[in-house]
């Protein structure tokens, strides 16, 4: 629940309740009750989150608290009333307390519940009935990591332990997100969220730690008698970057016995396919012939459909049998295990032990079916059904050239690399079951047979099982072309040299001759826009070259095909139609960059180029040889900005045609480049300080030159007046070495707001924000704790301090010792006069309680905050007192 200002008879009785608590506060800070606790939350939309706090308290002692305050991290506070109490075995109260916070912006927030106080006589706490028991859990909230919710802890920490026994305990932790999660041990903290002084851990014959991929506390083994606290962390991870932190703290009582825990059977983690039932039985045996319960916990029983079921089967003395059964669904595919924890705990009169086993349930989506390979004398189309399992976010598709044969096991999913498959690229949607490759842009080799594998991919990256493997060679070209090279550059009388290798493959006797070929040619790179340029008779097929000229071969790229006609008188056709290939002429893509360009070496065409020969022009507009290279890509460094150079590259490759190797040379198009700096410098990072005192915002940034750029030479500061509007320019700060701005307000303007900051460098490049930083109002309303109403002239009539005058309505109420409502005003100013409400009559000296919720502005709106204390009234001396 949200807090709010609900005027009515339940919000009296809460003020009674809190009123009745803080009279009875010197008895409380004798009572102990604390035993463990942790806090997670649940986030509801953007800023906003569901946090609950979770105490196990003792059901024996006076001070089970009806509500607890909690510290967001943002410098405000909540009041949080009790939502449900369960009692449990050992002793134990489970407790939860539910809010609703809105908190300023992207940030990292420590959340912090603490309460008066630990149980008395902890071995390993000093003093520990003094001990303020608190918890906290890190909330970070950044638009990088996204929607994030904190783990669920499903196995209360509510177990008994026995010296010389293991003793082990699992949170049982299931994160609903499907984040990976890591645990260690921790310290217990008191006042603050603040280590505890002389804090030591509960002495141990061998070792104490947590597993960090379980997340089993094992304690081997308890060394004496006694209660102590321990503490653990449990850490979320999202693609490797830590994403937030629970920590439970616990207490474990230790005791003298002769009793054995039950032993669980040995468990072996399990994966399956979406929609495969799985089902087995445990059976946990006991040395001393105790009754033994059963219970399991984690993920399977968490989820929203199709949970899991644990089931007694059999039980005697010494042994119980249980029955594991899960109908997994494709809801259930996710990419982290689901961890099952089983606890084994018997039934002795002496003192019940536990044995805590885990294991892991993997559930990996089907495979697409159906995968098909068609191919034409250019690129391999491939198609597959639809898979319907799941939230399929789209496709990989993999290639390799030859067969692997790839079978895998039960736990493989996606495709490993040890098969020679490689990522070649992806459709996004579960409809787009269509891949087309002709090796993007570049061409396939005809005579190699290409493999392809696909997997369907999941939101969280989890991919499924392969598909069928499906193989297929180009259909081999005819003519198969050979060379398209560039032999002279000139807008009006440039020339492309192209050449096919000798037609061999086809029935002379169906097709004697003579032959034409059909030169076909287009601008677009668009195989539907070619256009027939030349026909060229020939008796002997060995004549295979021909030269595009005149042509504008400072334009680029064309693209060019080939096609052989059978030319005998009366029986005149094309021959093998729909088998001739496309190539294009080599050109040069050239990016920009500070003091280099960078060369994307550009082509399509059936064969492969092993090395690339870069040509530069020199002064005497020719061109020398600076380097070679195997990749496609250039970088060409050490330019100077606003001078212009121009390339050209000639490609060294070979082909197979029919088991003959053709080697092939070929010189690409002419283009320039102007290096220059485009490129943005790197974000600053931004710290805002909020100074109360002054009215104003620090604001202080880092100097992208010190580590990721050399140019900056100012920075431009945004600003919005809340989380909802959009960031508005505010000023510009110059030079670079200048990181800090004061950002001074008007009297009654609050302070809270977001900032960023960019850096802009000597070209007028801008970088992106940097993250975005928002600060709320500073809590400057305060409201005193002595009050003398005795006609002095002095403090006569009781004002609140309004620092900064940004609130407007209160809600205060004064209550007698009796609880009585003796004032209430919604004045921020208060002026009370120290008179009963609707009376003239003045209250007696005496301590008086007050509830006051403030209504402050907040970078979210108005928001209330609850301020309670003591007021002590002096109201002797004045002539005309009364009391009632």
């Known amino acids: 629940?949200?807090?709010?200002?609900?005027?009515?008879?339940?919000?009296?009785?809460?003020?009674?309740?809190?009123?009745?608590g803080l009279l009875l506060w010197p008895v409380m800070l004798l009572a102990t009750h604390n035993r463990a606790g942790e806090i997670t939350f649940r986030q509801i939309s953007g800023y906003t989150y569901e946090v609950t706090v979770t105490t196990f308290?003792?059901?024996?002692?006076?001070?089970?608290?009806?509500?607890?305050?909690?510290?967001?991290?943002?410098?405000?506070?909540?009041?949080?009333?009790?939502?449900?109490?369960?009692?449990?075995?050992?002793?134990?109260?489970?407790?939860?307390?539910?809010?609703?916070?809105?908190?300023?912006?992207?940030?990292?927030?420590q959340i912090i519940m603490q309460d008066p106080n630990r149980n008395y006589g902890i071995k390993n706490i000093p003093n520990s009935v003094d001990v303020i028991f608190s918890i906290k859990t890190t909330l970070i909230i950044s638009p990088e990591i996204g929607n994030n919710s904190t783990p669920r802890l499903l196995n209360y920490p509510i177990d008994k332990a026995a010296r010389g026994h293991i003793f082990i305990h699992n949170p049982a932790a299931f994160d609903p997100d499907g984040d990976s999660l890591s645990y260690k041990l921790a310290i217990c903290t008191e006042q603050d969220g603040k280590i505890i002084e002389n804090y030591v851990l509960p002495a141990y014959s061998d070792t104490l730690y947590v597993d960090p991929v379980t997340g089993d506390l094992v304690w081997n083994t308890p060394a004496d008698t006694g209660k102590y606290n321990v503490a653990m962390n449990i850490e979320e991870w999202r693609k490797g970057v830590k994403i937030g932190n629970i920590t439970r703290d616990m207490q474990i009582d230790v005791y003298e016995s002769d009793n054995n825990p039950p032993v669980n059977p040995p468990l072996t983690d399990i994966c399956v396919t979406a929609g495969t039932l799985v089902e087995f039985q445990v059976t946990t045996t006991d040395a001393d012939n105790d009754s033994i319960i059963l219970t399991m916990f984690g993920?399977?029983?968490?989820?929203?459909?199709?949970?899991?079921?644990?089931?007694?089967?059999?039980?005697?003395?010494?042994?119980?049998?249980?029955?594991?059964?899960?109908?997994?669904?494709?809801?259930?595919i996710r990419k982290q295990p689901y961890q099952v924890t089983l606890k084994a705990e018997d039934v002795n009169v002496d003192i019940s032990l536990v044995d805590?086993?885990?294991?892991?349930?993997?559930?990996?989506?089907?495979?697409?079916?159906?995968?098909?390979?068609?191919?034409?004398?250019?690129?391999?189309?491939?198609?597959?059904?639809?898979?319907d399992c799941g939230a399929v976010a789209g496709y990989h598709i993999y290639r390799r050239e030859g067969s692997y044969g790839f079978d895998p096991d039960s736990c493989e999913n996606g495709v490993p690399a040890y098969t020679g498959f490689v990522k070649i690229g992806?459709?996004?949607?579960?409809?787009?079951?269509?891949?087309?490759?002709d090796n993007n842009g570049e061409g396939l080799v005809q005579g190699i047979s290409y493999c392809y594998m696909v997997t369907a991919y999941y939101p969280d990256g989890s991919e499924s099982f392969v598909s069928n493997e499906a193989c297929n060679s180009l259909v081999p070209g005819f003519p198969a072309i050979l060379n398209v090279s560039v032999t002279n550059v000139n807008a009006t009388t440039g020339s492309i040299y192209l050449a096919w290798a000798k037609p061999r493959n086809f029935d002379a006797g169906s097709a004697p001759g003579p032959y034409v070929f059909r030169i076909y040619r287009t601008e677009t790179m668009d195989p539907d826009d070619f256009v027939l340029i030349d026909s060229v008779l020939t008796a002997d097929l060995n004549d295979t070259t021909y030269i595009d000229s005149p042509l504008n071969t400072v334009m680029f790229p064309y693209l060019y095909r080939v096609t052989m006609i059978n030319n005998t008188p009366g029986n005149r056709f094309e021959m093998r139609p729909g088998e001739s290939e496309i190539a294009s002429s080599l050109y040069i893509e050239i990016t920009p960059d500070d003091n280099q360009l960078r060369l994307d070496i550009r082509k399509k065409a059936p064969w492969i180029n092993d090395r690339y020969v870069i040509y530069r022009q020199n002064a005497?507009?020719?061109?020398?040889?600076?380097d070679t290279s195997e990749d496609n890509i250039y970088i060409d460094s050490g330019l100077m900005n606003g001078v212009t150079y121009c390339y050209q590259v000639k490609s060294i490759g070979w082909r197979p045609i029919e088991g003959v190797i053709f080697d092939n040379a070929n010189l690409s198009h002419v283009n320039c480049g102007t290096p220059a700096d485009i490129t943005p410098p790197c974000p600053p990072s931004l710290t805002v300080d909020s100074r109360c005192d002054s009215s104003m915002n620090i604001l202080t940034w880092t100097n992208p030159n010190n580590t990721c750029a050399d140019d900056v030479i100012r920075y431009n500061i945004y600003y919005a007046p809340d989380i909802a509007s959009p960031l508005d320019s505010l000023t510009s700060v110059s030079p670079d070495t200048d990181t800090v701005y004061y950002h001074k307000f008007a009297e009654g303007i609050t302070l809270a707001g977001c900032y960023a900051v960019t850096a802009i460098d000597s070209f007028g490049n801008e970088s992106a924000y940097s993250a975005r930083i928002c600060v709320d109002d500073c809590p400057l309303y305060e409201l005193p704790n002595v009050f003398t109403p005795n006609g002095d002239g002095v403090n006569d009539i009781y004002y609140s301090s309004n620092l900064n005058n940004v609130v407007d309505k209160v809600d205060m109420k004064i209550f007698n010792r009796y609880g009585q409502l003796v004032y209430e005003t919604d004045d921020p100013a208060i002026s009370w006069e120290g008179k009963y409400r609707n009376s003239d009559n003045r209250v007696a000296s005496g301590v008086y309680y007050y509830i006051c919720d403030v209504y402050e502005p907040r970078i979210s709106g108005i928001e209330i905050r609850t301020l309670v204390g003591f007021i002590h009234v002096y109201a002797e001396g004045y002539a005309g007192e009364t009391t009632k």
């Open 1 to 20: 629940m949200r807090l709010t200002g609900i005027y009515n008879f339940a919000r009296m009785k809460k003020y009674v309740s809190i009123f009745t």
């Open 57 to 109: 308290t003792y059901t024996l002692s006076a001070a089970n608290r009806s509500q607890l305050t909690v510290e967001w991290g943002d410098n405000t506070s909540s009041v949080v009333g009790l939502d449900s109490r369960i009692e449990l075995p050992n002793y134990y109260f489970y407790n939860t307390y539910t809010a609703t916070h809105t908190f300023p912006g992207p940030g990292i927030y």
């Open 299 to 332: 993920g399977p029983f968490a989820v929203g459909s199709s949970p899991a079921t644990f089931t007694r089967l059999a039980s005697g003395k010494g042994f119980a049998t249980y029955n594991f059964r899960w109908q997994t669904t494709c809801d259930h």
């Open 356 to 387: 805590i086993d885990n294991f892991n349930i993997v559930v990996l989506a089907p495979g697409p079916e159906n995968l098909q390979a068609t191919a034409t004398s250019t690129e391999i189309d491939l198609t597959w059904d639809q898979s």
């Open 426 to 437: 992806s459709t996004m949607g579960k409809t787009s079951t269509f891949y087309a490759d």
């Open 620 to 626: 005497s507009m020719g061109f020398d040889s600076i």
